[in-house]
């Protein structure tokens, strides 16, 4: 099994910014595609950047120009800068990837999540 653990979260004020980073541990033989997702209390959980493996990014409109994802394949994690915190930004961020593990199975992982609160 492929396991994530999420790390960087805590308390931030507005216009802070806080660094995100997910890693990766188990039998794997490729990433494929890596995500952050966040939950709000009381809403749908939603994308908030990915990343392909060729690179591609993709950003909700809701952070672009203020986060930033990247992937580091030696290292098998995968971070989210957020910069120009706002209040809204206060959810839990989750990290989620595809993988083949050194099985020959494809496999896609979920984090824990970690807490993020943007106060002023």
């Known amino acids: 099994q492929v396991q994530l653990v999420e790390s960087g979260g805590g308390l931030a004020p507005v216009g802070g910014s806080l660094r995100l980073s997910c890693a990766a541990s188990?039998?794997?033989?490729?990433?494929?595609?890596m995500r952050w997702d966040r939950q709000i209390p009381g809403k749908q959980r939603e994308l908030v950047a990915s990343?392909?493996?060729?690179?591609?990014?993709t950003y909700a409109d809701f952070v672009k120009g203020r986060f930033t994802i990247s992937r580091d394949n030696a290292k098998n994690t995968i971070n989210l800068l957020m910069n120009s915190l706002e209040l809204e930004d206060t959810a839990v961020y989750y990290c989620?990837?595809?993988?083949?593990?050194?099985?020959?199975?494809?496999?896609?992982?979920w984090g824990q999540g970690t807490q993020v609160t943007v106060s002023s």
């Open positions: 188990g039998n794997i033989r490729r990433m494929f595609d």
């Open positions: 989620n990837a595809d993988f083949l593990t050194t099985g020959s199975q494809f496999q896609t992982s």
């Open positions: 990343v392909t493996s060729g690179g591609s990014t």
